[in-house]
């Protein structure tokens, strides 16, 4: 936008000190950002004993695949993609059907009692029970230790409602006019125009949701902890971190360490995958919209 | 008089049409999710003033005795509690006195910059860590500050610095949450602003030019005041989180010692395993009430003084 206001202009701009030093800092801070993860990268092609001297940095020194043909051959790492892949498709899928035919009841003018409804709603957003009360909650639902405790308590949030509702209203009120004098019903209505058309805001909301899924390991330390066979990608990796058995492969005793970024790799390796593809959904005004209500 | 009454019934109580009654059952289904997850918790508080430690279930422990203001003197008066508690606000004042500006910062100076090709890629880059767990970047950071073999450590070491190694997790507690929470969080948190800056007339930045002012200038003229609603709605909401930090970042980073608790893992931990070992739901469900309240407090003060000072509040 700026760079069309200098062409508009007609003015060359030269680059000043202040450019320089702009792009200097953010330069840095992007260094920061992204050098952890290449670190790790290749500490998990680093052969273990000799990452343990230190200091492997731009290459490594000693090539090996044994951390990740550990990891590979690790049963729990698979089961936990499984896990963590359904959790999130699954999860994602209600949180959004849900929260956006909640969004649409909430943003009709026919809704009877909408003061009730914004009211009960938002009283949430500033006071709740707390840890215990929900963890009794889940117990007493049955919850725990089932894999529907990874999908049914994220399937609706105000915050992710109000970001719906703002965009809802936006949407062309004679298209719902004519909609339903050609006999659609609201439900009708919903399915085959709401949806189609907040394609965006589902995307952009969709993304936060599919981060928080795939990132989660508390749900599983606390609510379903009991059986391996419903861990989480995150929480096997954090349990292996912290378990610090010595790990053999092929008679040969590894490197926890290296074997763990080993880990840390294939579990980064699904987001640094679809990195390119949601980066489009990314930015977004939506957030101050609906905060501003 | 009978068919009076009917008539002013049915005024009083339209019934609802197909439309009507589809939009409620939609907004309804919000109310039986939120009437079960976030208000039974609520009536769940009861458990705060009831000795229900040492129970499993909900029913069971409402069966018990009420103990009034038991558990709330006892952790007011906990030596590890106070620990704790100014533990908590200690950091997270200094967080937010870092953490909050800073993607303000980022977004400023992302504004700022020429070249559209270079800003994309400066952003890619910044998202980044926003999108790793905490458990894999709290790995790699500590990986990195290893005490034994972290890069880190042993540059600062090989540059004469240092002696002996720094142990980070034991000894440099809140600079490592801080640090951690600004790179995993600044850029993506810089998204709002930045979204806020783009909507700026960029006539306004051409007439400051014409009126010959330099970019700093522009940027405390004009960038900022624009996002300053923004700015202020995000510093309300930050406020009000004094007590609360990313659990899941805790976790990581803790290395079991007393001194690294903070109010919402020590929460944690005294529900699942207290002082004893055995889970005290009775006391850790007082602990949140206190904190529930405060955050309840901290945002209504801050908000009053934000609209009798700032004329903008949240609500």
């Given at each position: 936008m700026k760079k069309n206001r200098k062409n508009a202009q007609?003015?060359?701009?030269?680059?000043?000190?202040?450019?320089?030093?702009?792009?200097?800092?953010?330069?840095?801070?992007?260094?920061?950002?992204?050098?952890?993860?290449?670190?790790?990268l290749v500490g998990s092609f680093n052969e273990g004993q000799n990452y343990a001297l230190g200091g492997t940095v731009l290459f490594p020194r000693v090539w090996s695949f044994e951390n990740y043909l550990w990891v590979l051959n690790y049963k729990l790492i698979w089961n936990g993609l499984l896990v963590t892949a359904a959790r999130t498709v699954v999860g994602t899928a209600l949180h959004l059907v849900f929260t956006m035919t909640v969004a649409y009841g909430m943003s009709h003018r026919l809704l009877r009692g909408k003061k009730f409804f914004r009211g009960f709603n938002l009283l949430t957003m500033f006071f709740g029970g707390g840890l215990i009360p929900y963890y009794i909650l889940l117990t007493e639902l049955r919850l725990t230790d089932t894999f529907w405790v990874y999908v049914i308590p994220p399937m609706y949030s105000v915050y992710d409602m109000l970001v719906f509702l703002t965009f809802i209203r936006g949407l062309s009120q004679d298209l719902h006019d004519a909609a339903v004098i050609d006999g659609a019903g609201e439900w009708q209505y919903l399915f085959r125009f709401v949806f189609p058309l907040s394609m965006p805001v589902l995307a952009t909301v969709?993304?936060?949701?599919?981060?928080?899924?795939?990132?989660?390991?508390?749900?599983?330390?606390?609510?379903a902890e009991s059986y391996e066979s419903l861990w989480t990608l995150q929480y096997v990796l954090k349990h292996m971190i912290e378990a610090g058995e010595p790990l053999y492969y092929a008679g040969k005793e590894l490197n926890a360490q290296t074997v763990e970024f080993a880990a840390v790799i294939v579990a980064t390796l699904p987001v640094l995958f679809a990195y390119p593809f949601l980066q489009r959904y990314f930015t977004n005004g939506f957030m101050v919209g609906s905060l501003k209500e | 008089m009978e068919a009076k009454n009917t008539v002013k019934k049915r005024k009083k109580f339209k019934r609802f049409s197909k439309s009507e009654a589809a939009v409620f059952i939609m907004a309804f289904l919000g109310v039986v999710f939120l009437a079960l997850f976030a208000y039974v918790p609520m009536a769940g508080i009861l458990l705060a003033f009831k000795d229900g430690d040492y129970l499993y279930g909900f029913w069971d422990a409402m069966s018990t005795d009420?103990?009034?203001?038991?558990?709330?003197?006892?952790?007011?008066?906990?030596?590890?509690f106070k620990a704790v508690f100014f533990n908590t606000v200690g950091l997270n004042v200094l967080s937010l006195l870092v953490n909050f500006p800073f993607p303000i910062l980022i977004a400023v100076l992302l504004g700022e910059v020429r070249s559209r090709r270079l800003k994309r890629g400066l952003q890619s880059v910044i998202y980044l860590p926003h999108f790793l767990s905490w458990v894999v970047f709290g790995s790699i950071i500590l990986a990195l500050l290893n005490t034994n073999n972290g890069l880190i450590n042993m540059i600062l070491k090989e540059m004469?610095?240092?002696?002996?190694?720094?142990?980070?997790?034991?000894?440099?507690?809140?600079?490592?949450?801080?640090f951690t929470t600004l790179i995993k969080g600044a850029g993506w948190g810089s998204i709002i602003y930045l979204a806020a800056i783009t909507t700026i007339d960029p006539q306004l930045y051409e007439a400051a030019e014409l009126d010959g002012a330099g970019r700093f200038r522009q940027i405390f003229c004009i960038t900022l005041p624009a996002i300053a609603p923004?700015?202020?709605?995000f510093f309300l909401l930050n406020i009000s989180g004094l007590l609360g930090d990313s659990i899941e970042q805790l976790l990581v980073f803790q290395d079991g010692t007393i001194t690294n608790e903070l109010f919402d893992s020590y929460l944690l931990h005294q529900a699942f395993g207290g002082f004893d070992g055995s889970p005290h739901y009775s006391y850790a469900t007082a602990l949140g009430l206190f904190r529930s309240v405060i955050a309840v407090l901290l945002l209504s003060l801050s908000n009053f003084f934000s609209k009798t000072f700032a004329g903008r509040g949240l609500f």
């Open positions: 007609g003015i060359v701009r030269k680059i000043g000190a202040f450019d320089v030093l702009n792009i200097a800092i953010l330069l840095i801070f992007a260094f920061v950002c992204l050098f952890p993860v290449y670190y790790v969709g993304l936060w949701s599919i981060v928080g899924h795939w990132n989660n390991y508390f749900d599983t330390m606390y609510y | 009420w103990v009034g203001f038991k558990h709330f003197a006892r952790f007011l008066t906990d030596m590890d004469g610095l240092l002696e002996r190694s720094i142990n980070f997790q034991r000894d440099h507690f809140w600079g490592l949450i801080i923004t700015i202020t709605t």
